[in-house]
């Protein structure tokens, strides 16, 4: 199969081939290698290929939704028994992992046939992927630009053409970020629909999420199909969705009531963002919706401030794991990463208890929203996505956290308040996801606008309590209405 044809479907259209025989699940896999040897040294995409265990398993049943289909994991969780997951750092890249992830193990049940892992950046925590460990990601419409992060290999991959689908995970954007840098379609769980087990029974107290970026709404639709339900070890029993998400995208939204804004905490949207926002208010009025301005329905300074706060504590933990998984000394890890984490242990518990409540206010915030409308519309990006080394940390501000570090202060870093402006920085671009994952809400990123210069810039849109379903109808609309699937990056 030449490329042109491989690009030509997605995943659920190569599964179908498959099923009728008219292609082989070996031939997809060489179609696939194919086309990562032709593009991914200029995108650095995918940072590890493992054609035995690809073949070992396509030569298995491929009965599934989406059998036959290459798919690649992201190198951040989504673990498979006796391979590494590195989370983006040296130091976990050579740890095997004891056990296959239950999210991991629905896919290849489904069929898919994971054949490498994306990059991602170290421990997913940062809007750009750029690890020190295995170097920047690459957008396909500009080689110059961010894919956005956390799951920007995947991202970037999907919208190069090497696989129609790619494992994702999201707990402040990382799914609906890189979708919305690479004119993509992603969508975001919302909270205990899919399990994370198990390794662990719940990831960032359930704000954290897997899913898939894709080419087409029925790919999203068709891999959620294959993982949704409770694991018999997580914490919740979530229930079950009243029919399947696949089958939802025959049905029409219906009319739906839509409130739109651009309200940031750290600053004005660029132009081309809120035209983006504006693009997409028109499109659906003329489908029929009812759209209308609307203020945050939640304080967004305070809920950035508790991100923040969380995701630092986040990071200490995740930075302890991997130093007791791979006996590495903690300067091994990105500065970065460590100067986070020590404002994550200057947290007190006491402080950290009062953030998880106040956590639950803005779930109640965007409860109340959801009573006067179906959904909340918003940019994706604050801007068009970011050049590459536009989020490096200054010289001076390495060298005074380096110091800080080696003199273990801290809480002097945390007072300071330079820590909190790296971060603050990172989270100015990317200000709009943070709230579906802090309310446990499914959230999606759609792309229906290309800026004058050729870059994607997608719109969110965050859903009602197990409003997954409504989602994929009106993303399936808005699909017929302004398809985007052939939409081809300049590579």
Not at 158 to 164: L, Q
Not at 198 to 212: L, Q
Not at 467 to 483: H, I, W
């Amino acid at each position: 199969m030449d490329y042109s044809e491989y690009r030509e479907h997605d995943g659920v259209g190569l599964a179908g081939l498959v099923a009728g025989g008219e292609v082989s699940a070996a031939e997809l896999l060489d179609a696939a290698f194919d086309r990562c040897e032709k593009v991914n040294d200029r995108l650095n995409a995918v940072v590890r290929t493992d054609r035995e265990t690809a073949v070992e398993l396509a030569g298995r049943s491929s009965s599934g939704a989406l059998g036959g289909v290459p798919f690649l994991l992201k190198d951040l969780n989504q673990e498979l028994a006796g391979h590494p997951s590195s989370a983006g750092t040296a130091a976990l890249s050579r740890v095997a992992v004891p056990e296959t992830a239950e999210v991991v193990r629905r896919w290849l049940a489904a069929g898919l046939l994971p054949f490498g892992r994306t990059n991602t950046p170290e421990f997913g925590a940062k809007p750009v992927t750029e690890p020190e460990a295995f170097g920047p990601t690459r957008n396909p419409w500009g080689l110059d630009r961010t894919p956005g992060g956390s799951s920007g290999g995947a991202a970037a991959a999907v919208a190069a053409g090497i696989v129609p689908l790619a494992g994702a995970s999201d707990g402040g954007g990382s799914i609906r970020i890189p979708a919305a840098c690479c004119g993509v379609f992603g969508l975001k769980p919302g909270r205990g629909l899919v399990p994370a087990g198990p390794a662990r029974a719940e990831n960032f107290h359930g704000a954290a999420s897997d899913g898939v970026l894709s080419r087409t709404v029925r790919d999203s639709a068709a891999a959620l199909d294959a993982v949704v339900g409770a694991d018999p070890a997580g914490p919740y029993s979530p229930a079950d969705p009243a029919r399947s998400f696949t089958a939802e995208l025959s049905s029409e939204p219906g009319r739906l009531r839509i409130g739109f804004t651009s309200q940031s905490p750290l600053g004005r949207p660029h132009p081309h963002a809120t035209e983006a926002l504006s693009d997409a208010a028109r499109l659906l009025e003329s489908l029929g919706h009812h759209v209308e301005p609307v203020s945050s329905p939640v304080d967004l300074d305070s809920l950035a401030v508790d991100f923040l706060r969380a995701w630092s504590v986040k990071l200490a933990a995740s930075i302890d794991d991997a130093v007791a998984a791979s006996g590495a000394p903690e300067t091994s890890f990105e500065l970065d990463s460590r100067l986070l984490a020590a404002v994550g242990r200057a947290i007190s518990g006491p402080e950290y208890s009062a953030l998880l409540d106040r956590w639950h206010g803005y779930t109640r915030g965007l409860a109340e929203f959801h009573r006067g409308y179906d959904l909340l519309l918003t940019p994706g990006l604050a801007g068009p996505p970011m050049r590459v080394g536009e989020l490096s940390t200054t010289e001076p501000l390495r060298a005074a956290g380096t110091a800080a570090l080696k003199l273990r202060m801290g809480r002097l870093l945390r007072a300071s308040g330079v820590v909190d402006r790296i971060a603050g920085e990172n989270l100015r671009h990317v200000p709009y996801t943070q709230l579906a994952n802090i309310t446990g809400r499914p959230a999606m990123s759609v792309p229906l606008y290309w800026d004058p210069e050729g870059l994607p810039l997608g719109v969110q849109f965050v859903g009602p309590l197990a409003g997954e379903g409504t989602l994929f109808r009106l993303a399936a609309q808005l699909e017929r209405a302004r398809p985007w699937a052939r939409n081809e990056p300049p590579l």
